[in-house]
């Protein structure tokens, strides 16, 4: 049994900023690339930010360079902060990790539940 869970989320003020945090538990016997996708209401989920093992990030332009995705291998947990959050930012955010559950097994991408970010006044 693994899984992810997400923290940190919540209501905002516009401007604002939001720490969230993901753990990975379980047998876990490695883990590959961690990252944050998010949700918006009535739109496709999107990427939001992704770290590799060796801690190398990549984010989308369309991020505008507000959030930074960190992680702890030897925690098994990745944060995403998040500034200057605007109204379009609500969403629900998830984290995701490919985890090898198994000495010689593959690996398998993971999903945590999600935690809601709502940017409001």
């Known amino acids: 049994q693994v899984q992810l869970v997400e923290s940190g989320g919540g209501l905002v003020q516009p401007g604002g900023s939001l720490r969230l945090s993901c753990v990975a538990s379980g047998s876990i016997f490695g883990i590959s690339v961690m990252g944050w996708f998010r949700q918006r209401p009535g739109k496709q989920r999107e990427l939001v930010a992704r770290?590799?093992?060796?801690?190398?990030?990549h984010y989308p332009p369309s991020m505008k360079g507000r959030f930074t995705i960190s992680r702890d291998n030897a925690k098994n947990t990745t944060d995403l902060q998040m500034h200057s959050l605007e109204p379009e930012d609500t969403a629900v955010y998830y984290c995701?990790?490919?985890?090898?559950?198994?000495?010689?097994?593959?690996?398998?991408?993971?999903w945590g539940q999600g935690t809601q970010v709502t940017v409001s006044s």
């Open positions: 770290i590799r093992s060796g801690y190398s990030a």
């Open positions: 995701t990790a490919d985890l090898q559950t198994s000495p010689s097994g593959i690996y398998v991408g993971y």
